[in-house]
């Protein structure tokens, strides 16, 4: 005679193995969701570094222009300082400087 209740496949033990399953497929599914949210972030993140750097460059190639085109007096230097076009570079320089900076500062903060 047969012993019933000694299978190792009884019918609680097989809802038990599906539900375990069932749950390893979602929290798969849930992972699967983040790592391609996090994929996304990765992307525009590197886009938005790609741009800084692009305009930075751009920034400090106009800002070494204007530098070469009317170099900055310094005091002793023996140069006219209340020139038009050296306040107006100045100005410029100043400016840029400052975009340098926050598109540096941007940059690493992201």
């Given at each position: 005679?047969v012993r019933?209740g ?12 599906d ?18 949210r996090?994929?996304h972030?990765?992307?525009v993140l ?9 305009e ?11 530098r ?20 107006r570079?100045?100005?410029e320089?100043t400016?840029?400087s ?6 540096r ?6």
């Open positions: 005679m019933r000694s299978s190792t496949f009884s019918a609680a033990a097989v809802a038990r193995s539900l375990a399953l069932g749950r390893t497929v979602e929290k798969t599914l849930a992972l699967e969701a983040e790592v391609s996090l994929r972030h990765i992307s590197s886009r938005r570094l790609h741009l800084s750097a692009l930075s460059e751009s920034l400090r190639r106009e800002l070494d222009a204007l070469s085109v009317a170099p900055l007096s310094r005091e002793g230097d023996g140069a006219e300082a209340s020139s038009p076009l050296r306040e570079v100045a100005d320089v400016v840029i400052k975009q340098v900076a926050c598109v500062y941007c940059s690493v903060a992201s």
